[in-house]
């Protein structure tokens, strides 16, 4: 498999030019997520020292590996520093207020990444195809979430949004995978299936959300995730490239020594507590 080197830092990355039907190996994947993940690390030090805010955007087709990426982002990294959101159904309460209003009481406060596992993008998408929202509704916000990201911007925060794109034969295979498996049938939601139905609803949906909200200061970056481990090394690679990051200095860690002045036999206070039983 070919690699280069990012010019930003000397993590290895998946060649674009690569043969993309050849099966990228695993020790070659894992080893490639971890140096991203590594950089990522180096991200959230600079994040934190600087107090930089950051929004990233995660849409796409339904089964097109959002959170797979977004876990292979958050792994190593501090919960504390990105911060996941995914929001349920908006309540009878949120259904009266500005539509961006729930969104916004996540925005991030300085040394914070907010990940957005859906965000506001959902009346463009399933609130439009669904019938959830009225014509009137998806067509006003078309009109002003480029305002709203505007400010966004001007206020300092560095927005990103990524939109997921799945093949159809993709797609449903995942679908599949996802009906025969035990631990994965959580991932079939209500809106799961029907959006098999309206494939093409949803690509009419999508072309309409991409031509009004794809601006110079928020630009829609598109991810082919057919294969998902590519996909994810694409993504985060791309993803540090957009950040003007710099290695923050470490200081030395020294593992300090127990102190032993008032020591005890604190494993005999144990030894009758309730462990559980070792069956591994």
């Known amino acids: 498999m070919k690699t280069k080197r990012n010019k930003k830092s000397s993590v290895m990355t998946v060649d674009e030019t690569a043969d993309t039907a050849a099966k990228l190996k695993r020790k070659d994947y894992d080893k490639a997520l971890r140096d991203l993940q590594a950089e990522l690390c180096a991200v959230q030090e600079w994040v934190k020292a600087t107090g930089q805010r950051i929004i990233i955007v995660f849409e796409g087709r339904d089964a097109a590996g959002k959170g797979g990426t977004i876990k292979a982002i958050t792994e190593r990294v ?6 996941l959101v995914a929001l349920p159904a908006p309540s009878d309460r949120e259904k009266t207020q500005m539509y961006i209003q729930r969104y916004m009481a996540h ?12 965000s506001w993008y959902n009346r463009a998408g399933v609130e439009y195809v669904m019938g959830f929202c009225t014509k009137a509704q998806h067509n006003r916000f078309l009109e002003l979430c480029p305002f709203v990201e505007k400010q966004i911007v001007d206020n300092g925060i560095i927005l990103l949004k990524y939109w997921l794109e799945v093949g159809d034969e993709e797609q449903e295979r995942r ?23 309206r494939w093409y609803d949803y690509s009419r949906a999508r072309d309409q959300m991409l031509a009004a909200t794809d601006t110079d200061y928020a630009p829609w970056h598109i991810v082919s995730s057919d294969d998902k481990k590519r996909a994810r090394l694409n993504l985060i690679t791309h993803l540090l490239k957009q950040l003007p990051y710099d290695p923050m200095p470490k200081k030395k860690v020294k593992l300090p020594k127990r102190i032993t002045k008032r020591a005890y036999d604190d494993e ?6 309730r462990w559980i039983p070792e069956k591994y």
Do not use: Y
């Not at 925005?107 to 859906?118: K, L, V």
């Not at 005999?268 to 507590?273: E, H, P």
């Open 78 to 83: 501090s919960p504390r520093v990105f911060k």
């Open 107 to 118: 925005f991030p406060a300085a040394g914070e990444i907010i990940i957005f596992d859906r």
């Open 268 to 273: 005999a206070t144990m030894a009758d507590r």
């Open 175 to 197: 679908f599949r995978a996802r009906i025969d498996d035990p631990v994965r049938q959580w991932k079939l939601s209500p809106m799961d299936l029907p959006s098999r139905e």
